[in-house]
């Protein structure tokens, strides 16, 4: 039997579990797959965000690689859509418009075919955002994507793995070396968002930190994204909507910050000032993985194998997917059929 353990139980982790444990399982191999983690849902990075479909904050990770894991999630809530779990696990469909302040570049849209009926704004369209505003937008798109907010999708997905026999272990790790070289398992997938900094020593990790606020306004149904540095944003959840936010590099402060709550509120009045009324509900502060680049490779460790996925920014739902089906290909890849 094949013993995998994915350490780590964001989306990250638990999709790469989902990943393996189902690919085994529909081939009639014999595979044990366990997830450990010192933290599960609702305690992780992803279970503050709104899960909004896009790429952010993702360093130099090549954007080819971006292209085709972003795509693999949108067809992957696309069946999740079509389906009767849709609101099991919270995926909705919704239209969005990005808006840039930036005269010299238009809204970044590498992935314009893979969201839904991308078209860039008039100027008469425009001109509605702009009402207002002293520093007027110069371009915009419009288009409609998914959000897969993850305080209901990690229950969702951990409720699928452990279905199919996945098993569950509360756990800090504290020596991945050693974990590697004592344990019983075979394969170790390293999910650990922002532990990987201290776990592996990874200087090329760093947070960057993400405070948002919460409020009830379920008449907004669309989501606005101002694309410019200091920009705001208003995403609609299933029950509350997303107001943000901050993007703080090597900010380890998780305190919520009453100088960032301004910000946030004053900005996302100004894009909608229908929000001056909306009941606030609570402020959140998460610590997005952030990376040089996105770290997604195999490593030979004797008779083992190690594989590395972590790193994932602003976009950790937008591309877990993807970067599962990577793992699981990692694994294929290095043949350990002598096992099965
Ligand atoms: C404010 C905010 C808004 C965001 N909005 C979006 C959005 O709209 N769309 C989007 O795509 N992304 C968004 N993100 C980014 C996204 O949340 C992250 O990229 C994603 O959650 C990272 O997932 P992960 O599984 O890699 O890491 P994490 O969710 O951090 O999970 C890491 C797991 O590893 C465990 N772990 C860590 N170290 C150890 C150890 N030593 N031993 C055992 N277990 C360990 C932890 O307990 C946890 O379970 C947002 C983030 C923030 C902060």
Redesign the pocket.
Known sequence: MLKVAV???????VSSAIKILEHYQNAKRNVQVTI?????TPN???D???????P?LLGGTDEKKVYKWSKDVHLFLEQIWLSEDAGEAGVCLIPCVRLSTNPNAAVGDFWRDIVYGAMDLTPAQLEVYNRNRDVKFTSGLSFVTYTSE?IKLLPYLMKRFVRRGGIVLQ????NLEGFVKDSAYDVIVN?????SRQ?LNDEQMYSVR???CRVKANWVYEVLLDESDDGNYI?PNTESVVL??THQEKDYNLKVCPKDKSFIVDGCRRLLPGLNHAQHLFDWV????GREQLRLEAVKCGSKLLIHN?G???????L?WGCAEDVLQLLLAAKLTAKL
């Open positions: 350490i780590g139980a964001g989306v990250n982790g450990i983690s010192d933290e599960f992780t990075t992803g503050g965000s709104a899960g909004l479909w896009g952010f993850p756990q800090r790790i504290t999910c650990t968002g922002l532990g776990l993400g405070q948002v995403i943000g936010g998460g610590l997005r993985p972590y994932h920014g602003g976009s950790g739902v937008t877990a």
